[in-house]
């Protein structure tokens, strides 16, 4: 055991100078080759070569297969910062930016000083408010539709129902009018 995964580091060096070379393929074949070699326990190992697999995806553009390097390795280390942040990036590449925002935040929740993801948070934020106030809108105006088509048969519209929000508890009352 001890062995293999002294081997595993071996390869894993090789592919740190391959990837600081900008040769990224052949690094992805050297981490590869370490996730072979080394035992199953040695989890804390796995993650960094699955991390580093990740990061040649980032650098080759793969922003799906480096989200699932990531995800591979946080499922070995959950508290990898450094993956967490990768697999942000992947996330908002692939425009799936509520994911890359909890990514972002968990981070914060780990690392409270960690400026690159305090960016992150800030810069998504308002992006992802936006796009669920829109969600909501572009709902809200296909409920209506529904609704009037079937009121419509009645005479009536959902016009004739005005919705409260109750501000305490987020809840609505429907209120009919002529």
């Known amino acids: 055991l001890q062995q293999s995964l002294e081997e595993a580091e071996v390869l894993k060096k090789e592919g740190n100078e391959l990837y600081s070379r900008g040769q990224c393929d052949e690094a992805l074949a050297k981490y590869a080759a370490a996730l072979d070699a080394a035992p199953e326990g040695a989890t804390r190992q796995r993650a960094v070569y699955h991390g580093n697999r990740a990061a040649c995806h980032l650098q080759l553009e793969q922003h799906a297969e480096a989200a699932q390097e ?10 990898y910062t450094k993956v967490l ?24 929740e780990l690392e409270p000083a960690n400026s690159v993801a305090g960016k992150v948070v800030k810069r998504l934020t308002p992006v992802v408010m936006e796009r669920r106030e829109k969600l909501k809108d572009e709902m809200m105006g296909k409920l209506k539709e529904l609704g009037n088509m079937v009121l419509g048969k009645f005479g009536m519209s959902v016009d004739n129902f005005k919705a409260e929000q109750d501000p305490t508890t987020g809840s609505y009352s429907i209120k009919f009018q002529q």
């Open 70 to 79: 990531c995800t591979a390795a946080l499922e070995l280390d959950p508290q």
């Open 85 to 108: 942040l990768r697999r942000s990036t992947a996330y908002e590449s692939l425009d799936d930016l509520e994911r890359a925002l909890a990514d972002a935040e968990k981070v914060l």
